[in-house]
């Protein structure tokens, strides 16, 4: 348990937009365009030549002279890829699209971390309730300030599972409400520890609705799916109670919001788990790496079957990791560079 690393600079969140490419906008070799939306990888004998994608009202064409990567996330790679003719036969010839490549595991495999929230009213204005303030929006400018948070400041990692060869679950803390994604979130001051699970064994997956990549996907994230996961949940709310309920908090605790008072028995907590589950934005595994009939690319993030692409973001894990997903999938991002460039 501690305070979470974070990955910021100067108090606003260091993304790999701005680590990355920002500070090389003015290479000659590296151009960038906003507001373009990829339509399809052009994909002739065998071989990705090039990318379709709209922009400013036209559709255009990127032509690669080696490689394309695709790097659109869990749900936005097998989406690309799907409506390019790359993906399962069935699927995408129920949409009129012709395969280019059938690969049966496009869109399967997604794994997520979810969690639920423990939340209490507090009896002080010091939570980040306040952060909306006008002076907060003074302070960010000198990169300090509730603005600055990251919500889920502090947590840790629990084993809950005899079984468990790692932590399975793990705890965020965050100095606010934080309910729904933010979106049923009570008046005044709170604070919210959300325990959840991180060994997921639950699988769901991702449908295309259409061949224009424009439209949204069907996402069937599987939760719960398989019980453990639901029971590793529910021993966490358990453990969150238990720490709101040490001394340390007694200056501050106020009336327990949720699960609430009247929830304790364990067919109770089940069901509180089930309706207020959410995600904590680590989707993976919908590309994922391997040499079975299920995976899509290989050791080297190559699409089985297709020369001169490559898959380099979270969709390619096999198996999810039991912790936050940015920095392995940065790392991802760099040993793909790393190994287009030793070619």
């Not at 260091?14 to 490419?21: E, H, K, M, T």
């Not at 595994?285 to 898959?311: E, F, I, P, Q, Y």
């Amino acid at each position: 348990f501690g305070f979470y690393q974070v990955t910021q600079r100067g108090g606003m969140r260091g993304s790999s937009a701005v680590s990355y490419i920002n500070s090389n906008l003015e290479r000659e070799n590296l151009t960038v365009l906003t507001s373009a939306m990829t339509k399809k990888l052009v994909v002739e004998n065998g071989r990705c030549t090039g990318v379709q994608f709209e922009h400013d009202g036209e559709v255009k064409t990127a032509n690669a002279a080696r490689e394309v990567v695709v790097s659109a996330g869990a749900y936005g790679s097998p989406q690309i890829l799907m409506v390019s003719g790359i993906g399962p036969r069935a699927q995408l010839e129920a949409h009129g699209i012709e395969v280019k490549q059938d690969l049966p595991g496009v869109g399967e495999n997604l794994q997520d971390h979810f969690m639920v929230p423990v939340a209490y009213h507090v009896t002080q204005p010091i939570s980040l309730a306040a952060a909306t303030e006008p002076e907060e929006a003074e302070k960010l400018a000198e990169g300090m300030g509730m603005l600055t948070s990251n919500i889920g400041e502090a947590g840790g990692f629990v084993t809950i599972m005899d079984d468990a060869e790692v932590p399975d679950m793990q705890l965020h803390f965050a100095p606010t409400w934080f309910i729904h994604d933010g979106a049923a979130n009570p008046e005044g001051h709170g604070m919210t520890a959300l325990p959840g699970i991180v060994g997921t064994r639950s699988r769901g997956r991702v449908t295309l609705n259409s061949p224009d990549t424009a439209d949204n996907l069907t996402v069937d994230p599987g939760t719960f799916s398989d019980e453990h996961d639901l029971h590793v949940c529910v021993e966490g709310v358990k453990i969150a109670r238990k720490i709101f309920a040490s001394p340390v908090f007694d200056t501050y605790r106020g009336d327990e919001h949720l699960p609430g008072q009247d929830v304790q028995s364990d067919e109770d907590l089940a069901e509180f788990v089930r309706n207020y589950a959410q995600t904590i934005y680590h989707p993976v595994g919908t590309c994922k790496m391997g040499s079975d009939d299920m995976a899509v690319v290989d050791a080297a993030l190559r699409v089985h079957g297709v020369a001169g692409l490559r898959v380099a973001d979270a969709s390619i894990m096999p198996t999810i990791i039991n912790a936050n997903t940015n920095a392995p999938s940065i790392m991802i991002g760099e040993k793909c560079a790393a190994m287009m460039r030793a070619e």
